[in-house]
């Protein structure tokens, strides 16, 4: 209860679902130097957008692929310039977080609209921050699982057209192997269920 109010008062800045009908895929973590390259050939074969929750780190370590990720036509968003719990940090090493990830996207000339904390944490320094920043809190509705499964058909089970809402934003990662080695046989199943893909910059 105290939980759905304060989504409710926070929703200006803090989305947990996108506009349906569409569906929105989400992969987080990366960029990563094999998987994200498989994960959009596998997005360019399907004909969909996604949106890239990056770490600020891993786009200093690989920046041709925030290139080519953006080149491909997909949505960059920031996923914090570190990865780390935010228990573990004080709120100077967060505010710290914070803007270096902005200097970053800045440095990319990516427009920070929207940001997803490491695993999801929330804090009231993050949310403020995001408030004075404009600066969306994108999470999601639809956990793929994918960094706990073994095999990509354990994937193509869970992720079914069936278990879909209009406007759930989906959790991927791409620095996790199985999940691209599962995507084209889930776009496939998702396109012949005439399900549709958006991007999270316009929600
Ligand atoms: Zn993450």
Redesign the pocket.
Known sequence: MIKAVLRKLLSPVLRYRGDAPDLYLSF??GPHPVVTPQVLDALDQAGVKATFFMIGQEMERHPALVTEVRARGHAIAL?GFT?RHCADMGWREQLDDLRRMRAVAARFGVRLRSYRP??GELSVLRIGWCLLNRVKIVMWSFETRDSFVQQAAELEARVTPQALTDGDILLF?DDTPVTAQALPRLLDNARAAGLRFGVLETV
């Open positions: 987080d973590d996923h990865h490491a695993y990662h």
